[in-house]
Structures are given as structure tokens and as C-alpha cells.
């Protein structure tokens, strides 16, 4: 079946791509949005210019689509990005990385509803560690690009998840109730390398923004 | 042991209706085989202590095509869990008919009565373009715009429309524990 993805670079909607590519099928196109609002219920934002990129590893076009990110008005500028994957790409259905919010997943299920697309969420539900320990064991290189949550700061920015970072997840959700792959919106990723990747992106430089929990770091990709 | 019925037609499925399913069980260390319904015969139907047949895709319909393949169900007399896809299944097997009705997402179901450890207004994650209503089924739960829950009037046979692998995982242990 020929799909598209909602793809923000971040660990989830990669991985989403991956699992969709090795389960045979067929990824024609991607897409972002861009949202204009950084606190939108349904896109991630920072680094998402640097999906360009990404795209471009992958070879596969990107549908990038500019959002206010209003409440609804959001939806509607979603669904005009998923017609025209329908009509230019021909897709059959829609993948999305989402692990826990029914507010995301119940939305793109309406729209692809509507447009009479098949929706895919092969994350959905699944345990949080059980995901990062996949992410390891098929070789994703990411790195955390914002922090969002106490007890979480800028000392963050920029770390992989590996090994050390599970560990150091499994504390903070004991004692802080910290979602280990961040699916509350602690943190949010951004995918260096993976399979899908015909090379590794570089980090060129970097940008910290933010105060006490809340870092974002803005990276320049080569 | 708990044998699941995978009812998506897409591979791809399989981690979103029927993964979830098995997590819970192995969760609670509950025994389980797990395998699509045009596999399914006779002798793991009959090594089953329960069945759960697992829901699918708001577009996918094939199963209606193949409603053949379930026969077995009206030869049985062990508790099966029909979720979604599973309850619609259930139902046509018993005479039932298919409605449309669509809900997506977060919804309020009212329980007339405790079912599998559920009862009063509970949330639970609908993903639905229909229902089934069959006259050998009693109604335990609806929500505004349709039937919810079900259970068959003589054998025990549990139907629910939402998807409990969600927000209720709950139900699912209290059925293997039934």
C-alpha cells in the first residue's frame, strides 16, 4: 500500500517510517507542518526545518505545509496536506507516530476518515521503555532538541538517547512521573541517523533558548 | 490460555488493534497464542480457554467478506471478548445486523449494569463507522449515540464497541480472570 507519513523528525514519526518500510509498505511522500504556534496540541516544533533534510536522506518528497496552528484551523490545513499527498502521491493511507494521545490520533482519524484513507499508528499504545530500547536496538541515533518539564533542564539538550538516558528515564519517572519517551510533551527529539538515512546528519552548530524547564535547542544540520 | 483473534486485513495493523492486547496479558503473565482469524482451526479453538477477537481500522471491512471463517464461534460454549470488529463479528454470527453510527475518539459510556469491572460513566476510546444489534444480546452500556457493551442472553459471550485496550485495560484483565 502507498502511504505517506506525518512526520516531524522526532523519534516517534521516524520510527513510525521505519516500521511501516519493513512491514513492505511504501512510503511516497511526507509530510510537516510547520505550526506558528509553539504550544500546538497536535504538532511538535522545534528543529522542523531541519525535516528538510531528513526528507532529502531519505529521498522522499516532503509536502511542508505552513500552519497558524489555531485550535481547529490546524486540522483543516492537515487535511489539505493529506489530499495532496491523496492526489499527487497517490496514497492509500496515512501513518502516524502517535504512542498516547487520543487527542492526535482521534483527529487524524477523522480526517482520514473523511478522505477515505486507511490510518496506521504502529506505535499506539505501546510501553514507553519498550519503545526507547527499540529505537536503540535498530541503531536510531537522537538527540533531545527541547525540554519541557521539571525536573528536566538544559543539561538535556543535546544528549542521545542510549543506555544511560533509559536509565536515568526510569528514575525520573519513579520519582517525577516523567512519560520515559516523553509522550506528556517533556521532551521533545530530533533523529540524527537511522536505517532510513543514506548518511548521518552533523550537527554544524547549535542555539539554546528557554529558562528553568523549558530549553529548546535550535541545531543547524549538515 | 488465551487465544487472540487478529482481525485486521493489514499487516501494519497488527501493532496498533492487536499488540496492545498482548501487551496487557503478558502484563499480567496471562498465557496467550495470538493469530489471524483465516488461521484459526478447530484445535486451537478447542486448546483455548477464552477467546479475544481483537477490532481493526475504521476503513477496514474485509472480515464482513469472510464471516464464514468464524462458524466455529457458534459451536462453543467459552467466554469470548469481541472488541469492535470482534462485537461486530460476534453479532452478525447471532442473527445481529449491522448499523452505522460513527464515533471517534474519547466517549462517555453509561453502564445500566457492572460489567467486567466497569460501572456508572466511564471514558473509553471509540473508533467505530458501526454497531451491531443483535436481539440474542442484552445491552449493558451505551453512549449517547449508540449500544456499547454486550453480552450474549445464554452463552457467555461479551461484546464491547470501544476500544478497552485503550483507556480500560482493566476489562481486559477482569475478562481472563472471569
Not at chain 1, 58 to 77: A, C, H, Q, Y
Not at chain 1, 164 to 173: C, Q, R
Not at chain 1, 181 to 197: I, K, Q, R, S
Amino acid at each position: 500500500m502507498n502511504c505517506t507519513v506525518l512526520f516531524s523528525g522526532g523519534k516517534d514519526s521516524v520510527f513510525a517510517t521505519y516500521l511501516a518500510e519493513q512491514n513492505k509498505y511504501k512510503v511516497n511522500c511526507l509530510i510537516t507542518l510547520l505550526s506558528k504556534n509553539l504550544s500546538s496540541y497536535m504538532f511538535h516544533t522545534p528543529s522542523i526545518s531541519k525535516v528538510k533534510k531528513q526528507a532529502e536522506i531519505m529521498n522522499k518528497p516532503l509536502i511542508l505545509k505552513e500552519t497558524l496552528g489555531e485550535k481547529e484551523k490546524e486540522l483543516e490545513d492537515l487535511k489539505k496536506a493529506i489530499l495532496k499527498a491523496k492526489q499527487e502521491y497517490n496514497i492509500q493511507g496515512v501513518i502516524t507516530g502517535s504512542v498516547e494521545s487520543a487527542y492526535q490520533a482521534s483527529r487524524v482519524q477523522r480526517i482520514c476518515n473523511d478522505l477515505d484513507l486507511e490510518c496506521f499508528n504502529p506505535l499506539w499504545q505501546k510501553d514507553q521503555f519498550e519503545l526507547l530500547y527499540d529505537l536503540i536496538e535498530n541503531n536510531f541515533e537522537i538527540i533531545i532538541t527541547g525540554v519541557f518539564a521539571y525536573p528536566l533542564d538544559k543539561k538535556w539538550l543535546g544528549r542521545k538517547i542510549n543506555e544511560e538516558f533509559i536509565e536515568d528515564m526510569k528514575i525520573l519517572h519513579e520519582k517525577y512521573k516523567i512519560n520515559p519517551a516523553g509522550e506528556g510533551g517533556e521532551y521533545e527529539t530530533f533523529v540524527l541517523n537511522c536505517p532510513l538515512f543514506t548518511r548521518k546528519l552533523q550537527i554544524k552548530s547549535k542555539q539554546i533558548s528557554g529558562k528553568k524547564n523549558s530549553f529548546s535547542m535550535e541545531v543547524e544540520i549538515i | 490460555m488465551i487465544l487472540i483473534v487478529q482481525i485486521p486485513k493489514e499487516r501494519l495493523h497488527y501493532f496498533e488493534f492487536v499488540k496492545p492486547i498482548e501487551d496487557v496479558l503478558k502484563k499480567n503473565k496471562t498465557e496467550f497464542i495470538s493469530i489471524h482469524y483465516k488461521s484459526v482451526d478447530k484445535q486451537v479453538v478447542s486448546n483455548a480457554d477464552k477467546i479475544i477477537l481483537s477490532g481493526t481500522s475504521l476503513r477496514d471491512n474485509f472480515f464482513l467478506q469472510e464471516l464464514d471463517c468464524f462458524s466455529w464461534l457458534k459451536k462453543i460454549d467459552k467466554p469470548v471478548l469481541g472488541i469492535c470488529a470482534g462485537m461486530h463479528i460476534l453479532g452478525l454470527m447471532f442473527n445481529g445486523k449491522l448499523r452505522k453510527k460513527t464515533e471517534i475518539g474519547l466517549v462517555d459510556v453509561f453502564f445500566e449494569r457492572e460489567f467486567l469491572g466497569l460501572k456508572n460513566t466511564v471514558e473509553c476510546y471509540e473508533l467505530h463507522n458501526f454497531y451491531v444489534e443483535s436481539k440474542e444480546f442484552e445491552v449493558f452500556a451505551k453512549s449517547e449515540k449508540c449500544l456499547q457493551v454486550v453480552k450474549h442472553k445464554q452463552k457467555p459471550f461479551y461484546g464491547v464497541l470501544f476500544h478497552p485496550e485503550v483507556r480500560n485495560k482493566k476489562l481486559l484483565s477482569s475478562f481472563t480472570e472471569i
